[in-house]
């Protein structure tokens, strides 16, 4: 299993949406749990940094969330470009091996 691990320092006039579409149940996770291999997304909020957030997608695979990539393209691109507005910053910390 991988787990890919992005970093958002969300708009503070838009905590809620933000949370409503990165959370376990959000936009996201709807999408991604269209494709065989998605095994959920875990919101983690900062204790001290109240506006950072990190998720957590797990996959089954890299390849898996390739073909997720590449079947879903027209709708993540979409959903992407609507969340831009909830978010100041977004990084992508990378791909982890579950050992």
Do not use: P
Not at 27 to 48: E, H, P
Not at 92 to 99: I, S, W
């Amino acid at each position: 299993m991988i787990q890919l691990v992005w970093e958002f320092v969300a708009r503070q006039d838009k905590i809620e949406e933000f949370e409503r579409h990165y959370s376990s149940e959000g936009s996201w996770a709807q999408l991604f749990r269209q494709s065989a291999g998605f095994r959920g997304t875990t919101l983690l909020r900062d204790t001290k940094e109240r506006y950072r957030y990190l998720t957590v997608d797990s996959w089954d695979s890299l390849e898996a969330h390739r073909v997720m990539r590449e079947r879903f393209a027209r709708e993540h691109e979409e959903l992407d470009r609507r969340c831009e507005e909830f978010t100041e910053r977004e990084t992508n910390l990378g791909a982890f091996e579950v050992k």
